[in-house]
């Protein structure tokens, strides 16, 4: 995660490098300094992809779901008794952008990551937004239609990705491992 104000600054720099100023403007961003900067960045954490010297390769951006609704104006279009919050935690996943000039498979790469960070904090789904022109990298990966009734103004589809959960262990198989570990340590201490 690019957490400090040094990392931050490098992947909207990095944005601005690969997009170029019109570009980024076209897309939304606002062109400042040889960065490209959105207001949506404020509050969510930039995922990235470093390499030597501070220089990022590729980024996503995550949120919370239900902030990223409300920060983009998404509504329900029916009333469900089931609120998002009881689905349990889930991010919201936007502006993947990756350096053209690097390996292929950086792509493939930083939303494994992406999976991987979600499931290690508790995200139990991921949600993006996919335009019917947008390439189907998304689905290949294991995104499919979301059933939640969002109106989103045929403008995009919303798609999730349920995140692999962590395995929770019982303190039996924690207990078994433990001794037959010390079984092992006693075994081996009698040796020369």
């Known amino acids: 995660f690019a957490t400090t104000p040094r990392e931050r600054d490098a992947v909207f720099r990095f944005r601005h490098r690969v997009l170029g100023r019109r570009r980024g403007r076209e897309m939304g961003y606002t062109a400042s300094n040889g960065r490209l900067l959105e207001e949506l960045d404020v509050d969510s954490d930039l995922l990235a992809a470093f390499g030597s ?76 937004s996919m335009s019917k022109s947008d390439e189907p990298l998304r689905t290949r990966l294991g995104y499919r239609e979301s059933d939640l009734p969002v109106d989103v103004g045929g403008r995009f589809r919303l798609m999730v990705l349920p995140l692999p959960q962590p395995k929770v262990q019982d303190d039996q198989a924690v207990s078994a491992r433990s001794s037959l570990w010390r079984g092992i340590r006693r075994r081996g201490s009698g040796r020369p």
């Open 53 to 128: 010297g501070n220089v990022v390769h590729a980024t996503i951006r995550l949120e919370d779901f239900e902030a990223a609704c409300t920060r983009r104006g998404l509504g329900f279009t029916e009333p469900t008794q089931e609120t998002i919050s009881s689905r349990g935690p889930a991010s919201f996943s936007s502006r993947l952008l990756v350096d053209p000039g690097q390996n292929v498979h950086l792509t493939v790469r930083i939303l494994a990551s992406l999976v991987t960070s979600g499931a290690r904090r508790g995200i139990q789904r991921d949600y993006c």
